[in-house]
């Protein structure tokens, strides 16, 4: 009868130990995390088309991290993540042509002002922060484009397409070059 006691009070002990259990906090892929802004690229002549940029590449100004479009050097389409501790980020964009046998480099930089929302997604998975592009004002438009030449390949001011970037399913801004 102590032996019957006994495995009970064990059995019951371990089941008790069981059930108090959490699932593991593991963050799925399928969470939205914090998007990126998402540029296309369109030619300046057509513009409904979208335009391969090749032997391309962009950093934040300020930093030495600069990130290759992929693994040829031509893309139509980049993301480029905003900083949550900051309204605005400056994006050098690097493009690199020959003229006459000469390597030409221009750079152009790419000023993106934002508002920041930090959701809660969940313990773990942590927060995530979405963002919405300040509309243009008084002739300042938003996104802008500056370089340290008049050599602009960026025609004009890029178009928001969508202010809200919540994801990066969508594009949220077209650059004409």
Not at 59 to 73: D, F, K, Q
Request: hydrophobic share 30%; with cysteine.
């Amino acid at each position: 009868m102590k032996r019957l006691i006994a495995s009970i009070a064990v059995l019951l002990t371990f089941s008790v130990y069981l059930l108090s259990c959490e699932k593991d906090d593991i963050c799925s892929e399928d969470t939205p995390t914090t998007p990126g802004l998402v540029v296309e690229f369109y030619d300046k002549e057509t513009q409904t088309e979208t335009k391969s940029v090749s032997n391309f590449k962009y950093y934040v100004l300020g930093t030495n991290e600069i990130l290759p479009a992929n693994s040829s050097g031509s893309v139509t389409k980049i993301t480029l993540p905003l900083r949550t501790d900051q309204d605005e980020v400056t994006w050098a964009l690097q493009y690199n042509t020959t003229s006459n046998g000469i390597k030409v480099s221009n750079t152009d930089y790419l000023t993106i002002k934002y508002t920041r929302q930090t959701t809660y997604v969940s313990r773990a998975c942590g927060y995530k922060t979405t963002f919405t592009l300040i509309p243009a004002s008084n002739g300042n438009p938003n996104p802008s484009v500056t370089d340290a030449d008049t050599r602009l390949f960026i025609e004009g001011n890029p178009e928001v397409v969508t202010p809200y970037i919540e994801n990066e399913n969508e594009v949220h801004v077209k650059i004409y070059f």
